[in-house]
């Protein structure tokens, strides 16, 4: 069983930067961990997801070029640090946990997900 709890979320104007992070308890072991969003209306996209070997990074198309995922291993920690906002990214951002079967990009390839944090970008 994991555990995951996200942080981190608020409001921020368009142009801005915000940091989320994904805490995890329970077991360490797992393939991925993810970032996905959900707007108003609209269904669960993929964001990001980092290799739980070796760091290797994966991106969806809103986020190339503007957000960074990374990991610290001590702390079971992953963040995605979100630079140049746009309001088109507000939406509720969940972390989830892939144990290794599935695409990282594919919602239904995660096995355990958080309760999801709100990020709002307007002016």
């Known amino acids: 069983q994991v555990h995951l709890v996200e942080s981190g979320g608020g409001l921020v104007q368009p142009g801005g930067s915000l940091g989320v992070s994904c805490v995890g308890a329970g077991s360490t072991w797992r393939s991925y961990d993810g970032w996905f969003r959900q707007a108003p209306g609209k269904e669960r996209e993929f ?30 920690t992953v963040y995605l640090q979100m630079n140049r906002l746009k309001p088109e990214d507000t939406g509720v951002y969940y972390c989830a946990v892939h144990l290794g079967a599935g695409s ?20």
């Open 47 to 76: 964001v990001a997801a980092i290799s739980w070997p070796d760091g290797g990074t994966w991106y969806g198309d809103p986020a190339k070029g503007r957000f960074t995922i990374a990991r610290d291993n001590a702390k079971n």
């Open 104 to 123: 990282v990009t594919n919602i239904a390839s995660y096995d355990y997900w958080g309760q999801g944090t709100q990020v709002t970008v307007s002016s």
